[in-house]
């Protein structure tokens, strides 16, 4: 494994269902919210940094390094932080949807 590519295998979303990255709402609650649990496994990313260069450069879709599309062009809205707080909150009590 190149070194390039060697924080990948320390990624949060290792083994998290990578839908939850691809909002399907456009906008609204609905969008906030699915975002917020797609930030919410961002956050607590140890390689965010590494993987937001990335996205920055060659990922235009979907949330990656912790930011939404629009806030990676620097146009967004972040995601209201006590929304990422509950969110995150369920994940850790394994409520969130890639656990089955
Ligand atoms: S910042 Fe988010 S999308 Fe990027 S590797 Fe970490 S968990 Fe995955």
Redesign the pocket.
């Known amino acids: 494994m190149s070194a390039e590519r060697e924080?990948?295998s320390r990624?949060?979303?290792?083994g998290?269902d990578g839908e939850i990255?691809f909002p399907t709402a456009t906008e609204g609650p609905t969008y906030e919210a699915q975002v917020a649990v797609?930030?919410a496994?961002?956050v607590?990313?140890?390689?965010?940094a590494?993987?937001?260069d990335e996205?920055l450069v060659r990922i235009p879709y979907?949330?990656?390094?912790?930011l939404t599309p629009e806030e990676r062009r620097g146009r967004g809205r972040p995601v209201a932080q006590e929304t990422t707080a509950v969110v995150e909150a369920g994940l850790r009590a394994g409520a969130h949807r890639g656990e089955r």
Do not use: D, S, T
């Open positions: 924080w990948r990624a949060a979303c290792r998290v990255f797609a930030k496994v961002c607590r990313c140890p390689v965010r590494e993987c937001l996205a979907g949330i990656a390094g912790g």
